[in-house]
């Protein structure tokens, strides 16, 4: 017996061959005791027979220790083991089957094993085993499938609608908070348009931004837009639409991020119209203070009744001596209208405080018949009447018309009685019949504080506003001086604002401070004014004081938010610092000084809080240029940089920057706030995986090996030639896996490799064995393609390849030219040879290969194709860079 062969292993020898080979025993025991993988023997009753040194090293235990043993002693999972022994003892084969032996320092290794029995006819003589240590890909694949599940949850608990889009705008993915948004279901949404629900208005904004981003010309983009829910209703949202792109930087998909902003849109409506209403009445309020006569007081009328109520007509009737309505001023209406309606009021002459009516549609309205027939003919949906009075006795009335049919508001009617008092004061002046009267109203009706003095501070006149603010009645305060309202500590500002009075100068927002009649202070807001009399000269001030305690509380309480804001930015676990415009530091949080390994200078260091800087290639980086600059300096959000930062003790940390300008409400830059993300852990977690992915891959092509030399070994010494055929064919095939995994092997890239490459190591693999008469051309475009294809676009080109020399040469010279191309979002293959060609239906029952074709291309995605003259075999099939049609876990197309 040869030494190291077992016995067993001797008897299959001799069963071989009566004599047996030296040279090929001795390369036997070679190659089972240094391969690179764990390999042992074991018999029928679980004893161990053989263990090679990889297995030993594997777990730690020297020969003596492990060989000779029960197998079961070193399983950590006593039922695995003994169905393994089971599942052998009736022969069955195992393939990759996982797990847990324990080493000996105590530690569990995770394993695959692949085993089979070795028998001598009836007779159990051992199991092969074949023992890969996985351990570190379990752990791994925990720790991903943990990451997955965490970022699934915050997903689909994420507050806001969020998705993810193709480059076709198609959803790929929907959470929760979105559907909720939308009153769709997730079934409902994915596959459709990100576009299909936006309001038709909004739409080609969105998707020119889209192309835009799809193009790479933007990185991201927010706008704000309307979404129609599933009932039809709509809703404002505010979009985030971030690109993802792949290790080449080309774009892969979208996320978007969508927050419901319906409210602030209502609000800022609301308040946009208030504003318009506001100033359309304050810009009315200062023309009538030019007017001189009542001609002048109409026009403005006008505009502001059309301005704030938003009405498409107006007119402005007054009150005759015989108290009859009539026009005086319109805009929009025509003579037989006006003839028509002329005499008409809801309310009588007499009426004391008559309110507005309104009319919101005018062909439903209960009005007198002939009114009715004229407001339709004129084309009139809708129509107020508002009521000018004067101390609620009628002087007139203003008529606002609208096209169409409308639902009025308390609002519109406020704005709309305020514009009729102006109107009515204005027409009240000019006439100077109650000039003093309406002027009284207006201060009167006031709801701020209008007082007048004369020069040396006497009250003069108070009005209910200032006696709501101050808590004096007027007859309580008129002829004192204006002193009584002044705190102790605030007189002296009575002599300085009196002096700038007589200069002829307006004090305008002036803040301070003022005793109620109670004791209380009240933070008040002044204007300001001289009053002249006739000739010009100075008599005395008009002073307007508005309440702003609500206003300081206000304040107060954004103080408040600033320093919960400063609190909040210290808590956060990572540096951050602020800079004014010119990139000083103005605030930095404790994280700052520990990333930065020193304490920031404020209002002296610029730009960055770090000692000094580089570029990740090791070359300074001055701090005039670092992504902090460059964000002020440009006026935008800086993404995707790395940097490193030197500590003054000489240690250096990689970091990211997340520079953001800081803005004030009329857009102008005011500072930035700057966010550095240690990513030492990062770094030092992505060499650890390149490590791992390199010891895996190294594996896998030993494995390939191996197995191509047990395959070529078992080929030539078989004596049946089907056998040896089929060992043949089984050998090529893994020589051509070998292939595409060295090309996957040498691609730094760890999810596509490149056609070109691919193709010329499948190529070259497999000519090696067709005739030298034989001459094989290739071509593949610059494209690249997923990894998860690799094997079975190898085993489909082996297979057509092996095929073209068999029946496409038939032992003549020949050429065949085998291609990769891209047309439009589609790859195809081509394998072409100068035979006749045949019928895939035809032959397709016959040739095993060609089924194996057709079912490597439905794995991926693909269609198989045959033409004839010349004979061209053609895949065809779809595949993006960093994703596939297929699941390999499932094994789904």
Request: with cysteine.
């Amino acid at each position: 017996m040869k030494q190291g062969i077992l016995p067993a292993q001797v008897d299959e020898v001799a069963s071989l061959s009566e004599v047996p080979d030296p040279i090929l025993t001795n390369e036997f025991e070679d190659f089972f005791e240094n391969a690179a993988i764990a390999l042992h023997f074991v018999g029928k009753d679980g004893t161990i027979l053989r263990a090679n040194r990889a297995e030993l090293q594997m777990l730690g235990f020297t020969a003596d220790e492990y060989v000779g043993r029960n197998i079961r002693d070193f399983h950590a999972d006593q039922v695995a083991i003994g169905d393994i022994l089971d599942r052998l003892s009736r022969r069955e084969e195992l393939k990759n089957h996982r797990a847990r032996l324990r080493a000996k320092d105590g530690s569990t290794r995770w394993v695959e094993i692949t085993s089979n029995v070795r028998a001598l006819g009836d007779r159990f003589l051992n199991t092969r085993c074949i023992t890969i240590d996985v351990t570190e890909t379990v752990k791994a694949q925990e720790l991903i499938r943990e990451q997955e599940r965490r970022l699934a949850i915050t997903y689909e608990n994420a507050a806001a609608g969020i998705v993810e889009a193709n480059a076709e705008g198609q959803l790929l993915r929907v959470n929760s908070h979105l559907c909720d948004l939308l009153g769709y279901t997730q079934d409902e949404l994915i596959g459709r348009s990100i576009f299909d629900r936006t309001f038709p208005a909004d739409a080609e904004a969105d998707r020119e931004q889209y192309r835009r981003q799809v193009a790479g010309e933007i990185d991201s983009y927010t706008l704000e837009k309307r979404f129609v829910r599933k009932n039809g209703s709509v809703f404002w949202a505010v979009v985030n639409s971030s690109s993802v792109h792949d290790c080449d930087g080309s774009f892969r998909y979208a996320v978007r991020v969508q927050h419901d902003i319906s409210e602030r849109k209502r609000v800022e409506a609301a308040l946009a119209k208030r504003a318009e209403e506001q100033g359309a009445i304050h810009r009315f309020t200062e023309m009538l203070q030019h007017a001189r006569t009542q001609e002048d007081v109409y026009a403005p009328a006008l505009d502001a009744i059309q301005r704030a109520l938003q009405c498409q007509r107006a007119s402005i009737l007054l009150l005759d001596k015989n108290g009859r309505m009539k026009f005086v001023a319109w805009r929009g209406l025509s003579d037989t209208y006006r003839v028509a309606v002329e005499g008409h009021s809801p309310w009588s002459a007499e009426s004391q405080d008559p309110q507005p009516i309104c009319v919101d549609d005018a062909h439903q309205a209960d009005l007198p018949e002939e009114l009715k027939q004229a407001i339709q003919t004129e084309g009139i949906g809708a129509v107020y009447f508002i009521p000018i009075t004067q101390g609620g006795r009628l002087l007139g009335k203003f008529m606002a018309y609208f096209d169409q049919p409308q639902e009025h508001s308390e609002q519109q009617i406020e704005t709309g009685r305020t514009i009729a008092r102006q109107l009515g004061f204005g027409i009240e002046r000019i006439k100077g019949e109650i000039a003093a009267q309406r002027l009284a109203a207006i201060v009167e009706s006031s709801h701020d504080a209008i007082v007048s003095k004369d020069l040396n501070g006497i009250i003069l006149t108070w009005n209910r506003g200032a006696e709501r603010l101050f808590g004096y009645s007027a007859s309580e305060v008129l002829g004192k001086p204006i002193t009584i309202i002044i705190p102790p500590d605030r007189l002296q500002e009575e002599p300085l604002i009196l002096g700038r009075i007589r200069k002829g100068e307006i004090v305008d927002h002036f803040e301070t401070v003022r005793r109620h009649k109670d004791g209380s202070l009240v933070d008040i807001s002044l204007t300001i004014s001289p009053v002249r009399d006739a000739a010009g000269r100075i008599v005395g001030a008009s002073k307007i004081a508005r309440d702003i305690t609500a206003q300081k509380i206000a304040e107060a309480k954004v103080r408040d938010s600033e320093r919960h804001l400063q609190d909040l930015l210290a808590a956060i676990p990572a540096a951050i610092y602020t800079t004014d415009e010119q990139g000083k530091i103005t605030y930095f949080n404790e994280a700052a000084v520990e990333l930065a390994g020193r304490t920031p200078v404020i209002g002296s260091d610029e730009w960055c809080v770090t000692w000094k800087l580089y570029w990740p290639d090791g070359t300074p980086l001055p701090h005039d240029q670092c992504p902090m600059a460059v964000s002020l300096r440009e006026g935008r959000p800086v993404r995707g940089v790395e940097a490193i930062a030197e500590r003054p003790d000489g240690t250096r940390i990689p970091f990211i920057p997340y520079p953001t300008p800081m803005r004030d409400a009329a857009g102008a830059i005011v500072g930035g706030i700057n966010m550095l993300v240690d990513v030492s852990e990062r770094k030092q977690a992505e060499t650890q995986q390149r490590i791992l992915l390199n010891e895996l891959n190294h594996r896998v092509k030993n494995n390939m090996m191996m197995l191509k030399s047990l395959l070529s070994v078992a080929a030539r010494t078989s004596q049946n030639s089907e056998a040896r055929k089929t060992l043949d064919e089984a050998s090529k095939r893994v020589a051509t896996m070998a292939a595409a995994q060295r090309v996957l092997y040498d691609t730094p890239d760890a999810s596509n490799f490149s056609a070109p490459l691919f193709l010329g190591a499948i190529c070259e693999t497999t000519k090696q064995v067709f005739p030298a008469n034989v001459q094989l051309i290739c071509d593949a475009d610059p494209i690249q393609l997923p990894n998860d294809i690799a094997m079975p676009l190898a085993l489909i080109l082996n297979e057509l390849l092996v095929n073209a020399v068999k029946h496409g040469s038939a032992g003549k010279a020949s050429i065949i030219r085998v291609g990769v191309k891209q047309h439009g979002q589609k790859q195809v293959l081509t394998v072409e040879d100068e035979g006749s060609g045949f019928d895939l239906r035809a032959v397709r029952p016959s040739s095993s290969g060609l089924r194996l074709v057709e079912g490597l291309a439905r794995q991926i995605g693909g269609i198989f194709e045959v033409e004839r003259d010349p004979s061209r075999c053609i895949v065809i099939f779809s595949q993006a860079p960093g994703e596939n049609g297929f699941d390999l876990k499932n094994g789904n197309v």
